[in-house]
Nanobody, 115 residues
Framework: QVQLVESGGGLVQAGGSLRLTCTASTSISFLGWFRRAPGKQREMVATISSSGGIIDYGEAVKGRFTISRDNIKKSVYLQMDSLKPEDTAVYYC???????????WGQGTQVTVSS
């Protein structure tokens, strides 16, 4: 079992920035961020492989969000810039040994972007 702890959510004005951090209890291959907005399905925000060589972003955040990781700290980060009200959601950190299915999930952190 892998435990994931997120931090860094909060309230920010449109156009602002936030940085989310997730720390895992153990080293693991793939890490990612997903989000769920009220009344919407969960969507992939960004994923990253252990080496950082494979990175993927959801269409809605490309060019505005950046995912990175520090394997020594067993952490993954999501730098969110140019935030929009539609980015408001609960953001979840996820981890997996394979890219196709994320098996481990954090509790989530709320991000609210005001207009």
């Amino acid at each position: 079992q892998v435990q994931l702890v997120e931090s860094g959510g909060g309230l920010v004005q449109a156009g602002g920035s936030l940085r989310l951090t997730c720390t895992a209890s153990t080293s693991i291959s793939f890490l990612g961020w997903f989000r769920r907005a009220p009344g919407k399905q969960r969507e992939m925000v960004a994923t990253i492989s252990s080496s950082g060589g494979i990175i993927d972003y959801g269409e809605a955040v490309k060019g505005r969000f950046t995912i990175s990781r520090d394997n020594i700290k067993k952490s993954v980060y999501l730098q969110m810039d140019s935030l929009k009200p539609e980015d408001t959601a609960v953001y979840y950190c996820a981890a997996s040994w394979t890219l196709d299915t994320f098996s481990f999930w954090g509790q989530g952190t709320q991000v609210t972007v005001s207009s």
